[in-house]
């Protein structure tokens, strides 16, 4: 990507001496010419210009590029936007059209073109300190500094803690308003570049979260994003924060921000074209797979909807019931995979995509929980679904339906490796099923069947309470710490509850 880089001390521009030294020992090496790429600040400028009439004194073929991409200030300063991360495209760039072979003037009249369609800003949660100082500047727990630059400067404005979203729709808002002088201008339809740049203090996560939010945020502008990059490109020591910087591209840029390096602080980018379609073939599909009864009305849908509806509701209700449960044996978050299953299952219906089999529709719900519940629970359900649909295939008799939850249970002692009396889920749907096998195709006797296996779930639940754990996170802690009973034997006693409670209210004739 490039033949050398000059260090100075800490935040400061490397002496003169070093530059020209780093010029010569090009120019002795063959180099057809040399560009510098400087970010603005006075000291670099001064330093680097200085060694560049030195060096052309001398007879070296030498040009100097000036970053200043920084989008913060709103009025205009005669020292111009400082330099940040956006130089580490130009350094793309640049490398790539010299591994071409391409002259110096070429390189540089490219380079100023993609500098006028280029910029950056930052924001942190905390400061960074120069080795053996204090910290450039304070902030408050609960305080944001945005407009910083690299330096551990502070910024243009200090704001009160924000959600992610608000402070990526903060920081786009503020680079492309008109109104500020040093503004890019991004329209709807452009398609441009991407960095998501660290800092220095953020862990992968955050840093995550920070990229998910810019896609969204540029994506509902109808911005098209050629180029994720995500990574520690300008870092500012420890300095606990993000800058987003953003460039127009066109076809041939991006052949040369693709071109193969080994720099090992470039990261292989995100192809968003290619991000978008993987994102919508990993995205949850509320539309089932091969149905073999198309998604619409008639009587197994008008029930299913209002089964589905009424176990969404269950789960809402029950959140923070089951989180506290979960507390004891868990992290506490029982209740609220549960809840994004709820949503998950309400978006189902709004979609108006409910399955018309009892096979399709399991199915359905097994990629539902897969994809949006999350978390041990998730796979459960989504294990014990696919597996339970296989048995409806042929029928939606009751029968089927009991040997359909038999077929699940088996799945999840396949794969999880548990068994009733082991204090999860299990011990509630065992109980359920001892009941359910009872059900015939001719008896009608459906609910009142139901009936008694939610009595027998409910009390397996309750008796979890009393069991020492052998499976699940459950059982790396102390039974002395175990005095509730388990949040997903729970669970599933509620949501056979819920179904018997909505197949009640759809059948009016048995309540008589």
Excluded at 18 to 46: C, E, F, P, Q, W
Excluded at 163 to 192: C, F, R, Y
Excluded at 315 to 332: H, I, K, P, Y
Excluded at 446 to 454: C, D, H, P, S
């Amino acid at each position: 990507m490039l033949s050398g880089a000059i260090a100075g001390d800490v935040f400061a521009s490397p002496p003169t001496g070093s530059i020209s030294a780093a010029i010569r020992t090009m120019d002795r090496a063959g180099a057809a010419g040399v560009l510098l790429i400087v970010k603005n600040y006075t000291g670099d400028r001064l330093n680097f210009g200085l060694a560049l009439e030195e060096a052309k004194a001398e007879g070296i073929s030498v040009e100097m590029v000036i970053v200043a991409d920084d989008c913060a200030f709103t009025t205009h300063k005669k020292t111009g936007r400082r330099g940040l991360c956006g130089t580490v495209l130009i350094h793309k760039m640049a490398g790539a059209m010299s591994e071409m072979g391409k002259p110096l003037d070429e390189i540089v009249e490219r380079l100023h073109a993609a500098l006028s369609k280029l910029g950056t800003m930052g924001i942190c949660l905390s400061p960074c300190s120069v080795p053996g100082s204090e910290p450039t500047f304070h902030l408050e727990a609960d305080e944001l500094e945005l407009g910083l630059g690299i330096h551990g400067e502070a910024g243009i404005e200090r704001i009160k803690m924000i959600s992610a979203d608000e402070v990526i729709e903060k920081i786009i808002d503020h680079m492309t308003n008109p109104s500020n002088e040093s503004h890019l201008s991004v329209q709807a339809g452009d398609h441009i570049v991407l960095i998501v740049n660290n800092l220095g203090g953020l862990s992968c996560l955050e840093l995550s979260i920070v990229a998910n939010s810019a896609v969204k945020y540029l994506e509902s502008k109808e911005v098209i994003i050629e180029r994720a990059y995500i990574g520690s490109f300008m870092t500012s020591l420890e300095m606990g924060g993000t800058s987003l910087t953003l460039m127009h591209v066109d076809s041939e840029q991006l052949k040369l921000l693709d071109s193969r390096t080994l720099a090992p602080g470039w990261t292989i980018a995100g192809k968003h074209s290619l991000a978008r379609k993987c994102k919508t073939l990993n995205a949850p599909s509320l539309e089932p797979e091969n149905t073999d009864t198309p998604p619409g009305s008639g009587p197994f849908v008008d029930k299913a909807r209002s089964v589905l509806d009424m176990i969404s509701t269950t789960l809402f209700q029950m959140e923070e019931e089951l989180n506290e449960l979960d507390r004891e044996a868990g992290d506490g978050d029982c209740g609220v995979t549960h809840a994004r299953a709820a949503q998950a299952i309400k978006n189902l219906l709004v979609s108006a995509a409910v399955p018309g089999n009892g096979h399709q529709l399991l199915l359905c719900l097994g990629r539902l929980t897969r994809d949006h519940m999350g978390g041990a629970s998730g796979a459960l359900y989504s294990i014990s679904l696919t597996a339970a649909a296989q048995i409806l295939k042929d029928n939606n008799n009751p029968s089927a339906w009991a040997a359909a939850l038999n077929s699940g249970i088996e799945a999840l002692k396949r794969y999880g490796g548990a068994e009733p009396g082991d204090r999860t889920m299990l011990d509630s749907l065992c109980a359920a099923e001892d009941e359910l096998c009872k059900l015939t195709d001719e008896d009608g006797n459906e609910l009142q069947v139901l009936a008694e296996a939610v009595q027998k779930a409910e009390a397996g639940a309750e008796a979890t309470k009393d069991m020492i754990a052998k499976a699940g996170r459950a059982s790396y802690i102390s039974s002395a710490q175990l005095t509730r009973p388990d949040p997903g034997a729970v669970a599933c006693a509620a949501i056979l509850k819920a179904i018997l409670t909505a197949l009640k209210q759809s059948t009016p004739e048995e309540q008589e």
